[in-house]
């Protein structure tokens, strides 16, 4: 009986420390894949703009989209079922986001696969696609308020002037940390200075928000 009473508050705790470092877990995935998304979006673009090689552009479509889908969306799976209703919001939206990418990508690759076209309609084709991305991919900005939302308890029943964190100290350092790392030092310059993409706007802003005065759980 003293065993199962053992094995039953064990595995309590390690449904507790699960629950409360999911918002940790996904914060980090999420600098994760806009990281990963910052690059590759760059590097599509960039292809968009100086090649009119149609098996080039076949290529870097099919590498986005499995940027878009294999990773990223597949990362982020796992948090569209999670039980904090913040966490599920703001992961549908970000995967819709991606969805609305890769359908606009697969439309450019019928018409580059299976249409006719002057060297001049591929590139006003590819120019269009740019300034699509460009629009969908910025409201990556506007979402990453919500990431830092999931962050930040939502009544903690305590003093009203302060502002209680789901995060340890030490799980805020560790993704100051993870930010620094996918992003550099420019984090720190915050949302104020012009950024050069809205993934890197939004790392910014989760840098930020991360080191506002904060009350943290304890260890």
Not at 55 to 84: F, Q
Not at 147 to 163: D, S
Not at 209 to 217: D, G, I, P, S, T
């Amino acid at each position: 009986m003293k065993i199962k009473c053992i094995l039953l508050i064990f595995g309590l705790l390690i449904g507790n420390t699960t629950f409360a470092n999911d918002h940790f877990n996904f914060v980090d995935d999420c600098i994760k894949v806009f990281s990963r998304l910052d690059k590759t979006t760059l590097e599509f673009r960039t292809t968009l703009e100086n090649k009119t090689e149609s098996e080039l552009l076949k290529t870097a479509i099919t590498e986005y989209n499995n940027e878009l889908v294999l990773y990223s969306m597949n990362k982020l799976l796992k948090y569209s079922k999670s039980e904090n209703s913040n966490i599920k919001e703001v992961t549908t939206d970000l995967r819709n986001l991606m969805t609305n990418l890769v359908q606009m990508n697969y439309e450019y690759l019928n018409f580059v696969t299976n249409s006719e076209y002057t060297k001049k309609e591929l590139k006003k084709k590819n120019k269009s696609l740019i300034d699509q991305n460009k629009l969908v991919t910025g409201f990556f900005r506007e979402i990453s308020l919500g990431i830092c939302m999931t962050l930040a308890k939502e009544k903690p029943n305590k003093e009203k002037n302060k502002q209680y964190s789901v995060l340890t100290l030490n799980e805020r350092n560790l993704l100051n940390a993870s930010l620094i790392e996918k992003f550099g030092k420019s984090v720190k310059k915050g949302t104020e200075v012009e950024s050069k993409s809205p993934f890197e706007y939004s790392s910014r802003l989760v840098y930020e928000f991360l080191n506002m005065e904060w009350v943290f759980e304890k260890e």
